[in-house]
């Protein structure tokens, strides 16, 4: 099972930390992600990171965003700045070990 949470309003150009807590024992082996979705588009990838700790991000949030994991603390996280209109979304986690599961997601809101 996975949950996400704070997500919120912010301004532009302000930050948000996103966290993903996972539970069971397989977090560790599970490749990780953050995807988004905005109103009338598809869901779409923000950063991976691998079981390894390998990153991969979308160009539109690159060197605006990082993706971390905790493993001791089975939980993923997203740290978000400079944030532009254009990233509100609902924020989603997933992990991916054998099976693909997803997480519900958290509203992150770019308005001043």
């Known amino acids: 099972q996975l949950q996400a949470s704070g997500g919120g309003l912010v301004q532009p150009g302000g930050s948000l930390r996103l966290s993903c807590a996972a539970s069971?024992?397989?977090?560790?082996?599970?490749?990780m992600g953050w995807y988004r979705q905005a109103p009338g588009k598809p869901r779409e990838l923000v950063a991976t990171?691998?079981?390894?700790?390998?990153?991969n991000y979308a160009d539109s949030v690159k060197g605006r965003c990082t993706i971390s994991r905790d493993n001791t603390r089975n939980t993923m996280y997203l740290e978000m700045n400079s944030l532009k209109p254009e990233d509100a979304a609902v924020y989603y986690c997933?992990?991916?070990?054998?099976?693909?599961?997803w997480g519900k997601g958290t509203q992150v809101t770019v308005s001043s």
């Open positions: 997933k992990a991916v070990y054998g099976m693909v599961y």
């Open positions: 069971g024992s397989i977090f560790s082996l599970a490749d």
């Open positions: 990171i691998s079981s390894g700790g390998r990153t």
